[in-house]
């Protein structure tokens, strides 16, 4: 008698998700299989995403994902505190400041003295990171372009709604400061 196939083996990162609702569902009955397939589905999707431009886009250029988050927003809102380019980045203090250390013997950013207190630090832009963020986001640009054309631009503006509504409704959500 032949063994039947094992259903997990054809299962990849994606697919996982229909099999996990199924047997978390079945598992515990207080479940909400469309608030878990939402999230899982969200999660896995923007893991996806976020590896794919790392691998072809920022890695080629010598830069992690961290380190693109960085330079962006050092290159989009200008010189700014540690404290400050955490929060628009959505890292931790202690993860910027590592960062900033490698960036900053990469020759990318420069550290200075804060104008409005000499205690602490400004940051910014060296014109090698600018150099390398601006090639670097023109690119990450395109890969965005390949994702995005999947949906009309119709479903583009609902999904960036949906999202934005989302992410309003989470009032009671952790959020990094």
């Known amino acids: 008698m032949a063994a039947e196939p094992d ?3 054809e299962l990849d990162f994606l697919s996982f998700v ?3 609702v199924r047997r978390a569902s079945a598992e515990l009955p207080v479940v909400d299989p469309e608030a878990m397939r939402l999230v899982l589905t969200l999660s896995r999707t923007a893991s996806a995403l976020v590896y ?24 989009l809102a200008g010189p700014a505190e540690p404290k ?8 931790s203090r ?8 490698t960036l900053s013997r990469a020759g990318l950013v420069a550290k200075a003295a804060a104008p409005s207190d000499r205690r602490s630090i ?3 832009l060296t014109d090698d990171g600018h150099s390398l963020i601006t090639e670097a986001f023109a690119a990450h640009n395109q890969r965005e ?3 995005a054309a999947g949906l009309t631009e119709a479903e583009s503006g609902t999904l960036i709604a949906l999202l934005g509504k989302l992410m309003a409704g989470a009032g009671t959500a952790k959020r990094r400061t």
Do not use: I, K
């Open 145 to 147: 372009q390949s994702w």
């Open 94 to 101: 202690a993860a910027v400041s590592a960062l900033v250390n």
């Open 84 to 91: 400050r380019v955490a929060e628009l980045s959505g890292m």
């Open 52 to 75: 794919d431009l790392e691998s072809s886009v920022h890695r080629p250029r010598g830069l992690s994902w961290a380190g693109f988050r960085l330079l962006f927003v050092l290159w």
């Open 7 to 9: 259903p997990v083996t």
């Open 18 to 20: 229909d099999h996990a």
């Open 122 to 124: 400004r940051l910014a």
